[in-house]
Nanobody, 124 residues
Framework: QVQLVESGGGLVQPGGSLRLSCAAS????????MGWLRQAPGKEREFVAA????????YYSDSVKGRFTISRDNAKGSVYLQMNSLKSEDTAVYYC?????????????????WGQGTQVTVSS
């Protein structure tokens, strides 16, 4: 199995940017599709983005497409989420996740592993 630890969350004003990082350990990262999920208070867990095991294909939710960018560095065992033009609606706990298929995760949110989460708050 793989262990995931997120970092980079914090408080940012609307229109600002944050870069989240995910450090993986316990397995070779290239074996997994990777992604990001988020959960706002009182709401269901929401798919944000996914990337295939070697980075060939990327999937985004409609709410973040054009503003967020997912990337990975398998040699470093890291996954990133660059978040630009942030809105108050983006406020949530963000989770890094791993699974067998990026396309399946985008459709069904069926990641197998996830981290502890990092808080992102967008407020003036």
């Amino acid at each position: 199995q793989v262990q995931l630890v997120e970092s980079g969350g914090g408080l940012v004003q609307p229109g600002g940017s944050l870069r989240l990082s995910c450090a993986a350990s316990g397995d070779t990262l290239s074996r997994y599709a990777m992604g990001w999920l988020r959960q706002a208070p009182g709401k269901e867990r929401e798919f944000v983005a996914a990337i295939t095991s070697v980075g060939g294909s990327i999937y985004y939710s409609d709410s973040v497409k054009g503003r967020f960018t997912i990337s990975r560095d398998n040699a470093k065992g890291s996954v990133y989420l660059q978040m630009n033009s942030l809105k108050s609606e983006d406020t949530a706990v963000y989770y890094c996740a791993a699974g067998p298929s990026a396309s399946s995760a985008a459709r069904n949110n069926d990641f197998v592993y996830w981290g502890q989460g990092t808080q992102v708050t967008v407020s003036s």
